[in-house]
């Protein structure tokens, strides 16, 4: 299940939108190339990254690195204003924040003058962050070779740099692990077979790497809050 975008606004550098959710609605682990923030205008909602599970009511503004991995779990209606920009990572949260809300207030009323200033002010707030070549290249490989992923040392030697270098500047860039980095694409990848055939869930599970099925229930409940046979019934076709 998705959200439903109800208004949008594109500029060069940016998107901003509202989007709605019905009760019920969970979206897989995913990440969104640009840097962006959230203002939780009514309801609320879960959001799974890095490893740790937040609730965020009304009035709450999430601010996302680009790429950050996030899964979302709205368990009421739920209404959300939206600006995706350049790629980077917030440094200041509370003036970020001010500005979001500011923004919403401009969006509403469709001034674009006090919009465009609040968005500039946020471009400024979301300072560009270049990732290094070798998390490019050891991202690139994990997503290559998938599901038969190196070990961290093979990785590492792969991309030349120290295994302990690697791991922990994975997280410090990306915001979790590699080893959450390949739970999300398991889970991607169940997640499409889901949707799209009639594969058994164990077969499903195998595919994707798991364990054995348990597995495959296990990390969907952590992630997804649902079973993957809920998944199969709720997805789209």
């Given amino acids: 299940m998705y959200g439903t975008v109800v208004d949008v606004i594109r500029r060069a550098a940016c998107v901003v939108s509202e989007t709605v959710y019905a009760p019920g609605t969970g979206l897989a682990e995913h990440a969104h190339r640009r840097a962006s923030v959230c203002l939780v205008v009514a309801g609320g909602f879960t959001e799974l990254r890095g490893g740790r599970s937040r609730d965020h009511g009304v009035g709450s ?4 690195p680009a790429r950050a991995e ?3 779990r709205f368990d009421v209606a739920t209404r959300c204003f939206n600006i995706e920009l350049a790629a980077g990572t917030a440094r ?3 003036a970020l924040a001010e500005l979001t809300v500011r923004a919403h207030a401009a969006f509403a009323t469709n001034d674009c003058v006090a919009l465009d200033a609040a968005i500039g002010e946020l471009a400024v707030g979301l300072g560009r962050v270049r990732e290094p070549a070798w998390l490019c290249a050891a991202r690139e490989a994990i997503r290559r070779r998938f599901p038969d992923v190196p070990p961290l040392t093979d990785l590492a030697r792969d991309v030349g740099v ?21 739970r999300r694409l398991r889970v991607e990848h169940a997640c499409d077979l889901l949707a799209r055939s009639h594969t058994s869930l164990a ?3 195998a595919s994707a790497g798991f364990a054995d099925q348990s597995h495959m229930n296990r990390v969907f409940g952590r992630v997804l809050g649902v079973t993957p046979a809920r998944y199969r019934a709720s997805a789209p076709r």
Avoid: M, Q, S
Wanted: glycine residues 12%.
């Fill in 162 to 182: 120290h295994p302990v270098h690697l791991a922990r500047g994975f997280r410090a860039h990306v915001g979790h692990t590699i080893g959450d980095e390949v």
């Fill in 61 to 64: 503004v999430v601010i996302r």
């Fill in 203 to 205: 077969e499903i599970a």
């Fill in 92 to 94: 200041d949260g509370d």
């Fill in 70 to 72: 996030h899964a979302n």
